[in-house]
Nanobody, 122 residues
């Protein structure tokens, strides 16, 4: 089993930044692709970003491309999401996930964190 725990969320003003972290409890962290998803109130969970096992390939949703950056540190068994120039519509619960391959599809991921709230205000 893989345990994933997100941290770094909070309440910020539009235009500000947050760095979300996800710590994994598996010894084989370096073999997993990692992803970030988010779910706004009353809406479906949506893809945000993903990074492959080597850290050499990344992909982003169009809504966050150019503003968010996903990265990983295998030594720390962590994946990060740097969120810049946050907008009101970025308000959501953010989830990190681990899977076999990079993907924008939820079903491709096998393990999920509990989620962390990001709230952007004006």
């Amino acid at each position: 089993q893989v345990q994933l725990v997100e941290s770094g969320g909070g309440l910020v003003q539009a235009g500000s930044s947050l760095r979300l972290s996800c710590a994994a409890s598996t010894r084989t962290f370096s073999s997993y692709a990692m992803g970030w998803f988010r779910q706004a109130p009353g809406k479906e969970r949506e893809f945000v970003a993903t990074i492959d096992w080597s850290g050499s390939s990344t992909a982003y949703a169009d809504s966050v491309k150019g503003r968010f950056t996903i990265s990983r540190d295998d030594a720390k068994k962590s994946v990060y999401l740097q969120t810049n120039r946050l907008k009101l519509e970025d308000t959501a619960v953010y989830y990190c996930a681990a899977g076999a391959v990079t993907s924008s599809r939820e079903y491709r991921y096998d393990y999920w964190g509990q989620g962390i709230q990001v709230t952007v205000s004006s």
